[in-house]
């Protein structure tokens, strides 16, 4: 069984650009959320996306959305980078198991802002 | 506002001793996540705990709940090298969907 997959695995952009990170979850997960780790902040959740719907939002400006294709496949965007935007991104591909979330964690996308 | 606490933060033990990590969580929940991350890497799931009084078991891994106390442990047993890594707890709600609330990590190092 394939696992979560995440494109780019590592960017390198400067302030004031925009970039887009893709999650393929495991076949069959519909659910799919993205996380951003810190050293300062820690794990962080962004959103969560359910059959192409934003089910769930965390505190995070504008410039950060996201959606989901009808394949389960999520993008990230965020605008206007700022320096504070580089971090590690996770996505999570989840399924529910009767009781609790199963949650597979990709690799991560490595984003650095100068 | 859900938080998660873990404590230490930073572990440093040597092989073969015995210690405990614990998290404590503000809301109730029944679903309460370990997991561990690798330098670099992303994050593999330990166990989930999903009942008052649940206890798990995997190696030299053992993590218990007290929904009551709103507090999970995660108690190592005779720690060997490869134990090292971080460590987080991690709760979701029923109203959230399969959003997690993490703490803020345990970094662990077991020192020969």
């Known amino acids: 069984k394939a696992g979560v997959t995440q494109t780019p695995r590592y960017l390198i952009k400067t302030r004031g650009q925009q970039v887009t990170l893709s999650c393929s979850p495991i076949?069959?997960?519909?659910?799919v959320s993205w996380y951003q780790q810190t050293p300062g902040q820690g794990l962080q959740f962004l959103f969560e996306?359910?059959?192409?719907?934003?089910?769930n939002k965390g505190n995070f400006p504008g410039r950060f959305s996201g959606r989901q294709f009808s394949n389960s496949r999520s993008e990230m965007n965020v605008s206007t980078l700022e320096l504070g935007d580089s971090a590690l991104y996770l996505c999570?591909?989840?399924?529910?198991?009767?009781?609790?979330?199963?949650?597979?964690f990709g690799p991560g996308t490595r984003l650095t802002v100068l | 506002e859900l938080k998660v606490e873990q404590n230490p933060l930073f572990l440093s033990m040597q092989e073969g001793k015995n210690y405990t990590i614990y998290c404590n969580y503000s809301?109730?929940?029944?679903?309460l996540y370990w997991y561990r991350q690798d330098p670099g890497k992303s994050l593999e799931s330990l166990f989930v705990?999903?009942?008052?009084?649940a206890v798990k078991q995997e190696g030299r891994l053992m993590a218990s709940l007290d929904t009551k106390a709103r507090l999970s442990t995660l108690h190592i047993t005779a720690a060997v090298h490869d134990l090292s890594a971080t460590y987080f707890c991690?709760?979701?709600?029923?109203?959230?969907?399969?959003?997690?609330?993490f703490g803020e990590g345990t970094q662990l190092t077991v020192n020969p």
């Open positions: 999570a591909s989840s399924l529910w198991s009767g009781g609790w979330y199963e949650q597979f």
């Open positions: 076949s069959g997960h519909r659910s």
């Open positions: 996306y359910f059959s192409e719907t934003q089910r």
């Open positions: 809301t109730t929940s029944d679903r």
């Open positions: 705990l999903l009942s008052n009084g």
């Open positions: 991690a709760v979701d709600l029923e109203t959230s969907g399969s959003r997690l609330t």
